[in-house]
């Protein structure tokens, strides 16, 4: 028995290095494999390349058993070397093109931190079941911002190596303290130009306490806005309740207004998928396409906050999510295939990591994961945290993931201290348990928050993830969809290159 478990082990080791080289046929490059349910294989090397081959071509692979003289396999062998999953030397020519378009791949850590998240008010006139902040209506003084926190903010935010930065206000509602932002703005745009910064200014708002005069403010400042609306007023209303009035109405009213004033391409909508939401996948398609969005972002709900609370409107299997998440992804093809150009950002995403060389930023979908060194949440009372997640966790009285306080802990301490070095452990997705071995593991990413949440820990364990279900499902779907259907292809393309 015991010999047995060894033996098993050492199957796990690498193989000796003659193992991949070979004098008669072809040396083998780095690549994982994905069999799906027909039984084809998905082949993924370590630069992002994929190919889609019939069942059994990687064990022949494997074995040597691609003939590059038989008429049969001819076609497959040029491909395979194309595409960086077998070299005809043994040290192949285009190493370093392969090590330059991998470091590509990895560039957006070149800059650090570029998000600054600036959660400039907890106050909040909604009552959504769904929020992923404990919400409160009065205390000015308590639940915003203090100015001295503010410009301790603004001070970290200009010791980031990055040049471009993004600062964006959340709330609670963060228009309730537009004071506040105004007073963040304006003192961002002196230090900005101070320290050679190019400063990109978001609110995350509901919409509903706009005025004409924010709007000028917006205007005259290049701010974006982003809004949620979750789909039709029969959606919408039931998820993001606002006592004595339509959040609906008030957040349409107020994505005509933005964009009449600030223009079409500086508002943007998110969904949040709530119970309710998985009976509506074609409604709520059709409401982004009946409001003329050429974009709509489908986002399940997340493990934190009120969303925890309110159990039996907010929880449900990952598998209700992915089926809803499809027939939207169907529909949102359908109105492409009848001329009307609109994107689904999620996919949009994972399409630019199969079909592209660049790098992808997305801090949910990324490794090194996004927390901290590509975001950062600076809290309403001075708390700063890893991550959004990790202050909504936070609001759930959960601390782990706090680095400090504004004013009183360094910039050296939060970004590089002990707290960053344990979560860094667990923020490669190349060195997971599951992950590493895993065929989409430089499509995918890691997230030691949701793992820490929903587990119980920052590694998480892979078989009954949601994170890595959602991802492995929708992934494999994605690249079916793109086989399956050259139509549909073109039109992934587009998405990603912003032509129809
Ligand atoms: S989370 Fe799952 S799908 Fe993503 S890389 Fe890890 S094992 Fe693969």
């Avoid at 064990?59 to 595409?83: H, K, M, Q």
């Avoid at 964006?168 to 963060?174: L, N, P």
């Avoid at 008030?250 to 709530?274: F, K, M, P, W, Y």
């Avoid at 990591?353 to 927390?371: E, H, M, N, R, W």
């Amino acid at each position: 028995m015991e010999t047995a478990i060894i033996k098993e082990r050492q199957t796990r080791k690498f193989k000796d290095v003659a193992y991949f080289r070979s004098e008669e046929t072809y040396t083998l490059l780095p690549f994982r494999f994905h069999r799906m349910p027909d039984g084809r294989e998905i082949l993924v090397n370590e630069i992002g390349d994929y190919m889609v081959v019939p069942s059994g071509t990687t064990a022949r692979i494997i074995n040597r058993e691609i003939n590059n003289n038989d008429p049969e396999d001819a076609v497959l062998y040029e491909d395979l070397v194309a595409a960086f999953f077998i070299a005809e030397q043994a040290v192949p020519d285009l190493l370093e093109v392969m090590a330059t378009r991998y470091r590509t791949k990895k560039s957006f850590l070149d800059s650090f931190t570029s998000l600054h998240i600036f959660v400039i008010s907890l106050r909040c006139e909604h009552t959504c079941h769904y929020c992923q902040v404990s919400r409160v209506t009065s205390d000015k003084n308590k639940f915003d911002m203090s100015r001295v926190h503010i410009d301790a903010g603004i001070d970290m935010m200009m010791r980031s190596p990055a040049r471009q930065l993004t600062m964006e206000f959340q709330g609670g509602e963060a228009l309730l303290a537009f004071d506040n932002i105004i007073y963040a703005v304006e003192k961002a745009k002196v230090a900005g130009e101070q320290h050679n910064k190019q400063i990109t200014y978001v609110i995350c708002t509901n919409l509903a306490p706009l005025t004409d005069d924010m709007l000028v403010y917006c205007k005259e400042n290049n701010i974006l806005i982003s809004t949620s609306l979750d789909g039709p007023v029969y959606v919408h209303d039931k998820n993001r309740h606002k006592p004595d009035a339509s959040s609906y109405r008030l957040a349409v009213d107020g994505i005509h207004r933005c964009r009449e004033i600030l223009g079409e391409e500086n508002v943007s909508a998110l969904t949040t998928t709530t119970r309710l939401s998985l009976d509506y996948p074609i409604e709520i398609v059709d409401e982004y396409v009946a409001l003329g969005f050429r974009n709509i972002f489908l986002r399940p709900i997340s493990p934190y906050g009120f969303a925890t609370k309110s159990v039996n409107k907010n929880k449900y299997e990952t598998s209700r999510f992915l089926e809803f998440y499809k027939t939207a992804l169907q529909r949102i093809i359908r109105h492409n295939l009848d001329g009307y150009f609109i994107r689904e950002d999620y996919t949009a995403i994972i399409l630019k990591k199969l079909l592209t060389p660049f790098p992808v930023g997305y801090v949910d979908l990324q490794s090194p994961a996004g927390l901290i060194n590509s975001v950062i949440v600076f809290n309403y009372d001075g708390a700063i945290y890893a991550s959004d997640e990790a202050r909504m966790l936070a609001e759930m009285k959960d601390f782990t993931f706090r680095l400090g306080t504004l004013g009183e802990t360094s910039y050296e301490e939060v970004f590089y201290g002990e707290k960053a070095q344990i979560i860094s452990e667990a923020m490669l997705n190349e060195s997971l348990p599951g992950c590493s071995e895993c065929a989409f593991q430089s499509y995918c990413g890691a997230d030691p928050v949701f793992n820490y949440a929903t587990q119980g820990d920052m590694y998480g364990f892979r078989p009954d993830n949601a994170f890595c279900q959602r991802n492995m499902e929708l992934i494999q779907y994605i690249i079916t969809l793109m086989e399956d259907d050259k139509q549909v292809e073109k039109i992934f393309r587009s998405w990603i290159t912003g032509k129809s």
